[in-house]
């Protein structure tokens, strides 16, 4: 089930002092907000505050995502090697640090419904109109199942080799899951693969 919904802000053809933002309360997003267009200002936009200059920069782990999970309200499991899982409807979302030093947070998404092999040709179009058309995660078709099935995956790698703050790290983890959810509906529904 999804955790996060939107509110059209500006962009989206809403009210002009809103914001576009992710919620738990309201209804759920089916795609990603319109983008910004020349002359649009956001100066009187209610935004929150910016993050204090003595904010924290610390490596970014395992409890620390965890915690940052915790408050966006994302159900996870974890498996005992550092790599969690969050399930939603359609997809599951891994969570893990890879690199030399656990460096870098990846978020990859995996539909769970698959593509036949005859289909092969059509997936890879599909998926790479998303990496031409898309910002954030990154698509591609995966390895044969044992059954023979293509899956999809999309990802988003970011190194924090230098450290980040909580604020950076919820809205990595916030709009990686978002973007995650975008990528499957558009998948079911525009892109007509799934």
Known sequence: MP???????????????????????????????????PGDNYAGVDRPPAVDASATVAPVTLSRICAALDGLDVRYLADGDGNLLAMWER????????????????????PHATVPPDWEDRAYRVVNEWNHTRRFCKAYIGDPSERGQLPIYAELQVPFAAGVHDALLVEM???GAAVATSFVDWLHDEGALL
């Open 3 to 37: 955790w996060w919904s939107w509110r059209p802000g500006p962009a989206d053809g809403g009210e002009p002092g809103s914001r576009s933002r992710v919620t738990v309360e309201e209804a759920v997003r089916v795609s990603p907000p319109a983008p910004r267009q």
């Open 91 to 110: 997809h599951a979302v891994l969570v893990a640090l890879e690199g030399p030093d656990d460096e870098i947070l990846v978020l990859r998404v995996r």
């Open 173 to 175: 983890l916030d709009c």
